[in-house]
């Protein structure tokens, strides 16, 4: 059995698209709020906080609605189709009461766009878990953690694709010294990447036939499955089943507590720490970013031999580890020095190690027709866990001192590995061939 390795690139359009959006949304919303609008950094971190406050409710509500929807064109599709357009169409709203309220302000155009915002917020948030549900109605249990890792790669692309565009159209020999910056282009041109890639998406990936025939797949291998049917069209976990998604859940949250800690505080931790600017902080994430990308693919390989719990327990050993010596590092040195930047890496590679093989082990746990739903619970866990963390992390520094980053960092992965020690079911582990033999075309 192989994994059809064109068919995962197409279906991780969709994630392209979202990761596309949500880079640009990190980098020019706030610099909006802020800059045009004038809101202080509480407000605005609120606000910017608001998309997961609403995925809290929308991801598992829309996988699971998408799990009962049948339509001529599949069950996810519908919810991915129509959230992109609403966000297609609202996302250009934006920049134009963005120009029009800096030319003439008004209260009733900040109240517009803040609620255009969460109009728009409320789009992406119908069609994230059906999007991600996607690939694992297409592809068989023992081959998703290597068909996850090109999806995570897709993102990646989605994400690399929008810094590329937005360093070349927005250098600063154009925005320095402006009192305002027109991001009409940005706006546009993302939106044209998302109509562009769910398009292709839609136009090359037939939902419902690929769904029958690994549904067919699956069917001859009831080994593969941990859930038993209730005989209402529903699923039952077993005790044991149910208790090691608890764990795993509760495993998800604390090291995105830690995780997204760092990518959250580094930025202003350097600056108080070492007294560095802007330019080394974003250069060491930008190498952990790196890090992650070239590691996905291999990452997926190595489950398929040893195992998805391993290989997450190694990347949680090694990421807590890379906290520890990124403590001892920026609180010994006043300058960002290339060993950090090898850390850094290594942070990137232990993050592929976790972020690949946590949600495939999450849906190994379901039977298939609950596939929406338990992709909810594993975004419910992972966005509990990053609406807590910057109020959490920030009260701690500003309580204690900045140096509490890196530990209370290292302190929260170390945890996820002791609830990790009681996850005894959702790994899967084939004889994988390696390198690209194991992406050949999957025998139908």
Not at 152 to 180: C, D, F, Q, R, W
Not at 271 to 292: F, K, P, R
């Amino acid at each position: 059995m192989k994994l059809n390795n064109r068919r995962t690139v197409l279906v991780g359009l969709a994630f392209l698209s979202i990761c596309a959006f949500w880079q640009m949304y990190d980098n020019v919303v706030p610099l909006i709020l802020t800059r045009t609008f004038h809101m202080n950094e509480s407000l605005s971190g609120v606000i910017m906080a608001a998309d997961n406050i609403l995925a809290l409710f929308l991801l598992p509500y829309f996988g699971a609605l998408s799990d009962r929807t049948d339509t001529r064109i599949g069950k996810r599709m519908p919810y991915i189709l129509f959230g992109t357009g609403c966000a297609v169409v609202l996302l250009n709203i934006l920049p134009m009461l963005d120009n029009s309220y800096y030319a003439a302000p008004t209260p009733a155009k900040q109240a517009a766009f803040v609620v255009i915002l969460g109009l728009l917020l409320i789009a992406m948030g119908t069609y994230r878990s059906p999007a991600v549900a996607l690939m694992p109605d297409v592809t068989p249990k023992p081959l998703r953690s290597k068909a996850n890792a090109i999806i995570n790669l897709m993102g990646a692309v989605g994400g690399i694709i929008y810094l590329g565009i937005a360093a070349a159209a927005y250098p600063n020999s154009k925005t320095e010294g402006l009192a305002h910056v027109d991001y009409q282009l940005l706006f546009v041109v993302v939106s044209a990447i998302m109509f562009t890639a769910v398009g292709a998406l839609f136009l090359t990936i037939k939902e419902p036939e690929l769904t029958a025939r690994n549904r067919a797949l699956e069917e001859k291998h009831p080994e593969w499955n941990l859930a038993e049917d209730d005989g209402s069209g529903g699923e039952v976990l077993p005790t044991e089943v149910k208790k090691s998604l608890g764990f795993l859940l509760a495993s998800i949250a604390l090291w995105f507590i830690g995780y997204n800690g760092i990518t959250t505080w580094f930025t202003t931790y350097v600056a108080e720490v070492m007294g560095q600017g802007l330019g080394g902080a974003s250069t060491c994430l930008l190498i952990a970013t790196a890090g992650a990308i070239v590691s996905y693919i291999p990452i997926g390989v190595l489950a398929s031999k040893i195992g998805r719990k391993k290989t997450i327990q190694g990347g949680i050993i090694l990421l807590a580890s890379c906290f520890g010596l990124g403590y001892f590092l920026t609180t010994t040195s006043k300058v960002i020095t290339p060993v950090m930047f090898v850390v850094f890496a290594l942070v990137g590679l232990a993050w592929a190690a976790i972020n690949v093989n946590s949600l495939p082990m999450v849906v190994e746990m379901c039977k298939g027709s609950d596939i929406g739903k338990f992709t909810g619970y594993y975004y419910t866990a992972s966005m509990a866990a990053q609406v807590v963390t910057p109020v959490l992390a920030g009260t701690l520094m500003r309580a204690i001192d900045y140096r509490i980053l890196f530990p209370y960092a290292a302190f929260f992965v170390l945890m996820s590995f002791m609830t990790m020690l009681m996850v005894r079911h959702g790994d899967s582990r084939t004889g994988a061939k390696t390198g690209l033999e194991a992406y050949e075309e999957m025998d139908s």
